[in-house]
């Protein structure tokens, strides 16, 4: 975990612990499965409406879903739980959230759930799919090239080169993790509704389908545009640039440094003025919602030197709750900054 992560749970744990403590004293104090909805369908609370779209595409009208982060101003790695997210986490049948210290606030409240075992997205220090799914599909020399040692040599060394793929918890855009989600929230809702087991199974397999070609469209744009190098100003859409092929130049002390939320070294913030104003990567990858001085001034950069803007976000925005359309237009926005 992030020093970053560090101070935010530093910072929440005595409001959490004072909400369980409150519910504890008022609630039944024996626990139970969870509560279905009013209208009987089955409840469920998500950490924040990302994964909340992926559970109404597998649960469609027989789930009744709660996100608990989807203000796209809101961050979930400093989010403050109310007494209300409390509650409806200990009242909820099924609990999904990323985990990995990205949503650490429900992770503290999911402990009053006794519901059963709740989805977890990233459920190890490490992200596991990163190397096997870099020699699953581009194959061990592409992985050498792209995503290797070789890609850290070719960028200057390891300061310079990305190495955020062992510890990223962003696993949102890795689409073979999303799948996975997908199947293992059927296989639950199945479990607390065996008359619609089927009906899940079948929600499932056609989001998988959508996210099959998702996939194909995004290894699309490598083929398309061989060689592209970006920065990025978080690497929140890591696991999307290397489902593509696309090399993240991003100087590593300048990457740490916003993640950490410390300053950037005057010479990662010189590389990477540098690789956009040089022209020597082809787009910036902005995470839009998360804005400081020092994303602001790469930006301004980036637009200056004519080089594209691709932002990206967290969240799903505002009135959005389909995760397909929502990484869809994510991907074109990549896709057509590349072709500029």
Known sequence: MSSRRAR???ATTSVLTALTLGLTACGDGGGGSGQAAEDGRISVVASTNVWGSVVEAVGGDRVDVKSIVEDPSSDPHSYQASAEDAADVQDAQLLVYNGGGYDEFFEQLAGQNSGGEPVVAFEGEGHAH?????????????????????HATEQG???????HGEVNEHV??????????????????GELDAEAKQTFTDNANAFKADLDELTQRIEKIG???????VVATEPVAHY???TAGIT?????DYAEAIENETDVPVAA???????VSGKQVQAVVNNSQTVTPVTEKLVRAAKDAGVPVVDVTETLPEGATDYIAWMSTQVDALAGALGQ
């Open 172 to 189: 949102w855009y890795d689409l073979h993790v999303v799948a996975e989600v997908a199947d293992k929230v059927a296989a639950r809702l």
């Open 223 to 229: 083929t398309d545009h061989p060689g592209t190098k």
């Open 269 to 275: 913030q010189q590389q990477v003025t540098e690789l």
């Open 248 to 252: 993240d130049a991003t100087p590593h």
């Open 8 to 10: 935010h749970l530093l």
């Open 240 to 242: 999307l640039l290397q």
């Open 130 to 150: 990163g190397e096997e799914h870099a020699t699953e599909e581009h194959g061990d020399e592409h992985a050498t090239e792209e995503h290797g040692e070789e």
């Open 157 to 163: 060394g390891e300061e310079h080169g990305h190495d």
